[in-house]
């Protein structure tokens, strides 16, 4: 039996489903990183996904058609980490149709290049409805990833409906401290 790599509120996943599709506008690719609470221990798995951090939050002009996230971004992902006391566990982003396999590209320059990475991809530009059995599952292993499709990556990213925990409640305050930088951007 596989063990869950990271666990999401259903609601947390549903909101960046959405999100990811109003930033992409159903024709350019979106995405984001997953982040944790810094205090979680890093092997435990599953990793709970607390918080969602978009990239084009991070680096303004990083979605071009493409993704083009440049140093900038990631000195706000981290800033963003060490204020909320958050980590990075995962990244996500869309691609189009249904093709939720990594590109060349995706593989050999990803968001974050170390081993026990999770990346994950969206079909459709994340337009209609999405569930954790349409997403491509790929994990950074010894410099190479092994992908996970349907039933498969299901079974690495949990998705679940939580209480609201103190962990979900920072979680909405990092979202909506997001939504403030993006709004005086």
């Not at 337009?127 to 996970?148: E, I, K």
Request: proline letters at 4%; aromatic letters at 6%.
């Amino acid at each position: 039996m596989t063990t869950a790599l990271l666990a999401m509120d259903g609601v947390l996943f549903d909101k960046m489903i959405e999100q990811l599709a109003a930033r992409g506008h159903g024709v350019r690719e979106a995405g984001a990183f997953l982040l944790a609470d810094r205090e979680d221990l890093a092997g435990r798995r599953p990793q709970l996904v607390t918080a969602v951090a978009y990239y084009d939050d991070l680096d303004p002009g990083c979605l071009n058609g493409a993704i083009e996230f440049t140093a900038n971004g990631y000195t706000a992902l981290a800033g963003v980490c060490r204020r909320e006391g958050l980590r990075v566990v995962g990244d996500v982003h869309t691609h189009p149709k249904h093709r939720v396999a990594q590109s060349p590209t995706d593989a050999s320059h990803p968001m974050v290049a170390l081993d026990g990475h999770v990346a994950v991809i969206v079909p459709r530009y994340a337009t209609g409805t999405v569930t954790p059995a349409d997403l491509g599952v790929h994990v950074r292993h010894n410099g190479t990833w092994t992908s996970r499709y349907g039933p498969a990556a299901v079974a690495l990213i949990e998705v679940r409906r939580m209480r609201l925990t103190l962990r979900a409640r920072i979680a909405r305050g990092v979202r909506n401290y997001l939504n403030r930088v993006r709004r005086t951007s």
